[in-house]
């Protein structure tokens, strides 16, 4: 399976996988960007792409930005779907409580492609009845 990446700006660089059998493609920044605490940024990627039909790509977090520098995908997962063809970005918050730098070449995200499953939807009634029920949050006695 491909996925077709268009750079759209020269200094753009094209994911990749820093490992062999990692899930995510690794996307990088491609401005200098400064976040402060409390605060979001937009962050170009200089990439669009062209997704294998029945496939979507998910927009995640890096770990290590979270760990070390409170930073994460407001949106997580962020979701691009295969028809859109337009620019790369993603949408990054500082929960932390010091300004970040996001810098030219950065990692800023992983992109992950993973498949989607089409439903017919039909409009009912009644739902079968589950153990569960209509328990939600904290239903099963765990805050």
């Given at each position: 399976?491909?996925?077709?990446?268009?750079k759209?700006?020269?200094?753009a660089?094209?994911?990749?996988?820093?490992?062999?059998?990692?899930?995510?493609?690794?996307?990088?920044?491609?401005?200098?960007?400064?976040?402060?605490?409390?605060?979001?940024?937009?962050?170009?990627?200089?990439?669009?792409?062209?997704?294998?039909?029945g496939?979507?790509?998910?927009?995640?977090?890096?770990?290590?930005?979270?760990?070390?520098?409170?930073?994460?995908?407001?949106?997580?997962?962020?979701?691009?779907?295969?028809?859109y063809?337009?620019?790369?970005?993603?949408?990054?918050?500082?929960?932390?409580?010091?300004?970040?730098?996001?810098?030219?070449?950065?990692?800023?995200?992983?992109?992950?492609?993973?498949?989607?499953?089409?439903?017919?939807?039909?409009?009912?009634?009644?739902?079968?009845?589950?153990?569960?029920?209509?328990?939600?949050?904290?239903?099963?006695?765990?805050?």
């Open positions: 399976m491909k996925l077709k990446i268009k759209l700006a020269e200094s660089i094209v994911p990749r996988y820093a490992h062999i059998n990692d899930s995510g493609l690794d996307l990088f920044s491609i401005e200098e960007s400064e976040i402060p605490s409390g605060e979001s940024r937009l962050i170009h990627t200089g990439i669009s792409i062209e997704l294998p039909d496939t979507e790509a998910l927009v995640r977090p890096r770990s290590g930005l979270a760990l070390k520098h409170q930073i994460t995908v407001l949106n997580t997962p962020g979701t691009v779907d295969a028809g063809r337009g620019e790369i970005a993603v949408i990054l918050i500082n929960h932390g409580q010091h300004s970040f730098n996001v810098t030219k070449g950065m990692k800023i995200a992983q992109m992950v492609i993973a498949p989607v499953i089409y439903v017919e939807v039909e409009e009912v009634h009644s739902l079968t009845h589950t153990s569960r029920g209509t328990g939600g949050f904290g239903s099963t006695g765990m805050i």
